[in-house]
């Protein structure tokens, strides 16, 4: 559904991705979800296991952030928390509309799986943790100073807090 628009309007559409951090004891689960407009995280989850649970905590995160409106479109690969029964029902419930990757292709998710990079590599996410909480206390630095201080070129070299601010 989301490759079929040409042009995305503020609060059209929102992309969902996990992505991995490592700590000392092992892998932990970031959820995140981005506003495809304006290229904020609305949504973020850390977890300790790849549960349903973190996934919807971002999601409801999201939802509360930009007020969710009627027929906004979820986009996702099709990633086993994307197609659980409480997830699909949280969207379904709130009249998202639900879009999905072709298996096995990425592309289609693409400004998702761009967010993951970017907060690796400019944000020092991609390091080895000493723990969970240090994982946690990097990502809860981090979101907030991608939002407001890293621009994009294709939003006219401003950040996503400020093209999230102007279209509000």
Partial sequence: MLKE??????????VADMTDLETLQGFCYLALITEVYS????????????????????????????????????????????????YVRFLKDRHLQISMAEKGNPDENAIAERMNGILKAEFLLDQVFPSFLHAQKATKEAIPLYNTLRPHMSLDDQTPDEVYQKAA
């Fill in 5 to 14: 628009l040409d042009e995305i309007a503020f609060n059209q559409a929102l």
């Fill in 39 to 86: 290229r904020k995280v609305v949504g973020y989850d850390l977890s300790e296991s790849l549960c349903i649970a973190g996934s919807l905590r971002a999601l409801n995160m999201a939802v509360a952030e930009t007020n969710a409106p009627k027929n906004m479109i979820h986009h996702s690969d099709r990633g086993m928390q994307y197609c659980s029964k409480a």
